[in-house]
């Protein structure tokens, strides 16, 4: 069992192409998930790779380094479509877990109810990925396959998340429903990222729910059907939603989280109009 | 995985000190403070990031420390409670408020609370009660309901601290600052845990799978010999004596180790016990054990159908007992009364969630058994150990450690088993603590409910007729379900006046945890059903809610159920009119405020509840003396479990024997010191500890008036080394130097016991069960979104009559605690085997769930009571959950008959389906 510490990117991939490795950024799952004791593969921890650090716009894009923590997030001065996003990171656990949990950490575990997937998905969230061989850039919701599941093959491991530069005055926005005020995994998430015309009509929309199904998904006939309405009458039902298949578990239904994924985008869009 | 790395080194600044410790890859922060680093301040309660327990700031942000690896955190500064608390400012007004406030009560999660509260304050000096929230979000507080805590750390921000208790201040009705506050708020109250030195062998559990198995060991001598580190392996062939265990005599079948079949998932079958760095990644998938599921009974339905497997064949159907009271004739009263009413209410199991897993520390002094552990009954613990080990009590003392938060559970033995037995095996010092998973899997739980019940009233109201029957999951062995089987049919009614009355209730094994004591016993339930049926009669005949309850309010002289008179101290009436203001204004405005998807409600609910045991014995003995050099020392072995038993005992005493309460030292509890206080259940130490209590103060006095020869009005006063007495104008030396040591010291000394008076039921439940009862209401406002079902409690108002407030800080504390347990129950708590075995999966309350509460403390002297007093323990949460059904019915027009409350099933509700 070994435990190493990168202290460059080159470190970083080097290891990671070693073979089996758990990958520790912020520990929030990768501590979480084990009984007692710790993690069972050996450990790289990616803390401290200047190259995963920092918020950056540069080429039309925003890049987030993948060692960029949601307490980072929620402190940067970022544009008004990122309201969604730090919305969302003020909703992940708790202070001591916004603290250290990363973004990219929260793609690549890869949970069904991960807060961080709808707002980058709404944002068009590119996902950088390096390994030895190379670099790819993959669209987030390519880079998640199902609960716990990436596109990430061996040895490669996610520099960054980058999400396109949004037009001036573009607004966001989003929502989490639990049965407790903090530390709650969500029965339902929406986030949205829009931009509206002087009358309040959206010109354009794009909207994602997630902890209804394996993973968080886009709503492409939904955001349709949004332009040229709106925002302040907008009305979602269920069957305007699309590609959903929640679960019935301990914390709801399969049939509430569907109503409610309804109600609270009704809600989130709504809330765009203000 | 936690292998020493090669003997490097991790370097950190903790406390402002640069300090250097050995490297275990891997291994969690947590544990490296804690066990290498001796930061025992910093607490651990579940390992995952859900609870905040074991918050620090790693360079001056708060993170959970059994989040971060240890490896992370090298050339970083941390920071745990104490080395802020050295620092001063900040942390060490936090840490005044906190005991001003009452914000301790267990104190498990005081040191996370304080660190979070630190780290805001340093960014926001003066927060607001939303910030507070939002800062304290991440750490889970059982005890408290969050409101002190909240109030403290918004006035640590102001400075403003309250006007300080004069020392010489009346011992009893004065809210004293707790006894034990210091070391709670400070981070060095050492529990269950916390004790074992280093290196100290390590034990494992190991535990069934499914929930019902049988199961074979393959070559254990083989695995013992052939595994690095592990010292030895523990089943049920290494049980002296028997190995069973018990609360109550009759059904004493719970095996400490499983011997050929398990009838729950988390039942221990052996344990393993080995040096700590190799119980660090001890693998429990290695051990040699061969399982074999069996079809299992998870619910009372299938355990009573035909072809049910049997848990245990001397009880038949799985009935494991029942209980029963009858008065006068209620299928008759029914069939005559003008209104009637009935439905069938459900509950789950609730965990208790106390903040801190059951551990512990045992060792072998002079041949005896020495355990230092968390628990609520150290002399039961005691005679449990003495039948297992098949020893005399006189071989086993128990030494409980501070215990952060029982709730019930920890009546019961959980692990002190598995350290004697280690202990003894192996011959050295042993510890253990249960994972958070292991502490809800195999740890009793509140009994899941079937209730059906049927109520009538006459044309003005007066209650006619009420028939219960209510069936409770018992689980898979007895802990406390007969207890629970008793108390609810003498409890079914509520605190009113019902002269035809019929309660049976049916405790069912079934293969899931065993259910046990939980704040209430099973009354909680109960009073949903009654209560939210009480609404609905008042609805039928058109009266105001409130006005229903005090109409048929139990009264001085009006027998209760039991037929049990009570002349004086039935408080329940004044508890309800108290609430009249309250629910009047609170119903208008929350008619004003509805509007949109958000509708306002406002719901009463009342309880009561007997205090001690239900006709049974239940002494208390406490004792007192005094030492030559003039301190007076009280033997306190009421187990203070964060509910201020230290403090409240210590307060009657003080009062009884006429001195200034900081004029007494406290020793205890401690098996070789204390004499039997009992159990801390049933809403007891108050009332039956503090009766002894006030007993030996009583004694003691008369025995050092004599001893001055001063009259009975003389003050006594133990200063400079000696015993002060002054009578009238006349100032007397008593004169220790010339007098005698008993064995334990003392020149002068009293015990004295109390044991309540009650009398045994009869066959119709008739009789004197309690010597007193508590009573309760609570008013709660509710918002219910109606298109989500969102239900969030925004007030309570919490009336509760306890014959004589010793300490009001602490009964606003258990208050508040109680109503949080209770919305728990109410709105998001359900347990369920194999899926909620964590507290992220299984929610209780956090600070942003617990609205503000007022609390109006009644007195209507209790004639048994120390000066009057009632219990309040399990008072405080029997109202909630009821109170918040009836409001969120009020809202909604809709009623729940099941609990947790939970959007889903609120929402489902409101459309009118069911959703279960």
């Known amino acids: 069992m070994t435990f190493t510490t990168a202290h460059s990117l080159a470190e970083a991939v080097a290891v990671a192409a070693n073979g089996d490795v758990r990958i520790l950024a912020g520990g929030t799952d990768v501590f979480a998930s084990v009984a007692s004791t710790g993690p069972a593969l050996p450990i790289l921890d990616v803390t401290r790779v200047p190259e995963l650090q920092g918020i950056a716009q540069k080429d039309g894009q925003w890049r987030i380094g993948a060692g960029v923590t949601w307490a980072q997030v929620i402190a940067a001065p970022l544009p008004n479509a990122f309201d969604g996003l730090k919305a969302a990171a003020r909703e992940v656990g708790s202070r001591q877990i916004q603290t250290t949990a990363t973004l990219a950490g929260n793609l690549c575990n890869a949970s069904p109810a991960a807060d961080g997937v709808p707002p980058l998905l709404a944002l068009d969230a590119q996902v950088e990925i390096q390994s030895r061989v190379g670099s790819r850039m993959v669209p987030l919701a390519d880079f998640l396959i199902g609960p716990g599941q990436t596109c990430l093959q061996r040895g490669e491991l996610v520099t960054a998340i980058c999400l396109p530069t949004l037009p001036i005055g573009a607004v966001s926005g989003f929502t989490k429903l639990g049965a407790r005020r903090y530390l709650v995994i969500s029965i339902a998430m929406i986030a949205a990222v829009a931009v509206l015309d002087r009358a309040g009509a959206f010109q354009s929309l794009k909207l994602a729910i997630g902890a209804c199904g394996p993973v968080a998904r886009r709503q492409p006939k939904l955001e349709q059907l949004a332009i040229g309405q709106r925002a302040a009458d907008i009305r979602v039902s269920v069957q305007d939603l699309q590609d959903l298949s929640p679960i019935s578990d301990a914390r709801a239904t399969a049939s509430y989280r569907l109503e409610a994924a309804a109600e609270s985008a009704t809600r989130v869009l709504q809330g765009l109009a203000t | 995985m936690t292998h020493p790395s090669n003997g490097s080194t991790l370097n950190l600044t903790l406390n402002g000190a640069a300090v250097a410790a050995p490297v275990y890859s891997g291994e969690r922060l947590s544990q490296t403070l804690r066990e290498r680093l001796g930061a025992k301040d910093v607490k651990i309660g579940c390992n995952a990031g859900d609870c905040g327990a074991c918050t620090v700031l790693l360079d001056g942000a708060p993170v959970c420390a059994c989040l971060v690896g240890a490896q992370q955190a090298e050339g970083r500064r941390v920071d745990t409670l104490s080395g802020l608390l050295h620092e001063g400012g900040i942390a060490q007004e936090l840490a005044a408020q906190f005991q001003q406030t009452g914000a301790a009560q267990c104190g498990i999660c005081t040191p996370g609370m304080i660190v979070s509260a630190v780290a805001l304050l340093r960014a926001v000096p003066r927060p607001d009660a939303d910030e507070v929230q939002d800062a304290l979000g991440g750490v889970l507080c059982r005890c408290t309901g969050y409101r002190s805590i909240i109030d403290a750390v918004v006035a640590a921000g102001q400075a403003t601290r309250a006007p300080e208790i004069p020392p010489e201040a009346e011992a009893v009705g004065t809210s004293f600052l707790r006894l034990d506050g210091l070391a709670k708020v400070s981070g060095t109250e050492a529990f269950g845990d916390d004790i074992a030195p280093p290196e100290t062998l390590v034990i494992q559990v190991i535990r069934a799978p499914h929930p019902r198995a049988a199961f074979r060991f393959g070559d254990l001598d083989a695995y013992c010999s052939q595994s690095d580190g592990i010292v030895a392996v523990l089943t049920a062939a290494d049980v002296p004596g028997l190995n069973r265990f018990g609360v109550i005599p009759d059904f004493v079948d719970q095996p400490v180790f499983a011997e050929t079949e398990t009838r729950f998932r988390g039942e221990a079958v052996a344990a393993v016990v080995g040096h700590p760095a190799a119980m660090n990644h001890f693998d429990p998938s290695t051990f040699p054990i061969t399982w074999d599921p069996l079809p299992a009974a998870l619910t009372p339905q299938a355990a009573t159908a035909k072809d049910a497997p049997q848990l245990f064949p001397d009880r038949l159907g799985n009935l494991m007992c029942s209980g029963f009271v009858r008065c006068g004739d209620a299928d008759a009263a029914l069939s005559k009364a003008f209104v009637r009413t009935s439905g069938q209410f459900s509950s789950g199991f609730v965990e208790h969630a106390y903040l801190e897993p059951e551990a512990g520390f045992a060792q072998i002094t002079d041949g005896r058994i020495e355990i230092h552990a968390c628990t609520q009954a150290p002399v039961m613990d005691q005679e449990a150990l003495a039948a297992i080990l098949d020893r005399p009590l006189s071989d086993i003392r128990i030494v409980p450690s501070a215990v952060g938060g029982g709730f019930g559970s920890k009546l019961d033995i959980s692990m002190q088993p598995f350290l004697a037995l280690a202990a003894l095996k192996t011959g050295q010092p042993v510890r253990i603590a249960y994972t958070r998973s292991e502490s809800m899997q195999s740890t009793t739980k509140r009994h899941p409910s079937d209730i059906s019940l049927s109520i009538g009233a006459d044309r003005d109201g007066r209650l006619q007729g009420f028939r219960f029957h209510g069936q409770f999951n018992t689980g898979a062995y007895a802990s406390w379900g007969p207890t629970v089987a008793n108390r609810v049919p003498v409890h079914a009614s509520g605190p009113y006046y019902l002269r035809d009355y019929t309660a049976r209730s049916e405790a069912i094994h079934t293969h899931c945890p065993p259910a046990g004591a939980f704040r209430g016993f099973g009354v909680p339930q109960s009073a949903i059903a009654q209560e939210c049926l009480f609404d609905e009669l008042a609805d039928k005949l058109a009266m105001d809610r409130l006005e229903f309850r005090i109409l048929n309010a139990l009264e001085d002289g009006q027998p209760t159920v039991c037929g049990q008179v009570f002349d004086q101290g039935v408080g329940i009436g004044a508890c309800l009119k108290a609430l009249r203001p309250a629910w009047q204004s609170e119903r208008a405005a929350a008619a004003k405020r509805s509007g949109g998807d958000l509708r306002y409600g406002v719901g009463v609910a009342a309880g009561w509840y007997g205090c001690g045991n239900t006709s049974l014995p239940n ?126 010291g003392y020149v002068l000394a009293a015990s004295e016991t109390y044991d309540p008076p009650t009398r045994p039921l009869d066959a119709n439940g008739q009789g004197a069960p309690y010597a007193q009862f508590g009573y309760a209401a609570h008013l709660a406002v509710v918002s219910v979104d109606m298109k989500l079902g969102l239900v969030r409690a925004t007030k309570f108002v919490a009336a509760h009559d306890v014959g004589r407030a010793i300490n009001p800080m602490l009964i606003e504390g258990q208050v508040q605690g109680g109503i949080a347990q209770g919305l728990g129950m109410a709105l998001m708590e359900e347990y369920l085997p194999g899926r909620t075995e964590n507290l992220h999966d299984y929610l209780i309350p956090t600070i942003g769930d617990v609205p503000p509460i007022e609390t109006l403390i009644i007195e209507a002297p209790d004639a048994h009571g120390p000066y009057g007093a009632k219990g309040l323990g399990e008072h405080v949460l029997i109202p909630t959950a009821p109170a918040l059904l009836n409001a969120i019915a009020d809202a909604t027009g809709t009623r729940l008959r099941r609990v947790p409350a939970t959007p889903g099933h609120v929402l489902a509700a409101i459309k009118g389906q069911s959703n279960d």
């Open chain 2, 619 to 744: 002494p208390s003995t406490i004792k007192a003396g005094v030492r030559r050099d003039g301190q007076i020392v009280l033997h306190q072995g009421a187990m203070d479990i964060g509910q201020g038993s230290n403090t409240v005992i210590a307060q009657i005493f003080a009062q009884a024997l006429g001195v200034p309460l900081g004029h007494i030292a406290l020793i205890g509890a401690d098996t070789d010191v204390t004499p039997d206080a009992g159990k801390t259940s049933a809403s007891r130490q108050t009332f039956v500890s503090g009766n002894a209590a006030k007993l030996a103060g009583e004694a003691l006095r008369v025995r050092i008036l004599q001893c001055a020869n001063a009259g009975p009005d003389a003050r006594i006063r133990s200063q400079g080394g000696a015993l002060q007495v002054q009578d009238g104008g006349t100032e007397l030396t008593v004169h220790l130097q010339d007098l005698a040591t008993d064995r334990d």
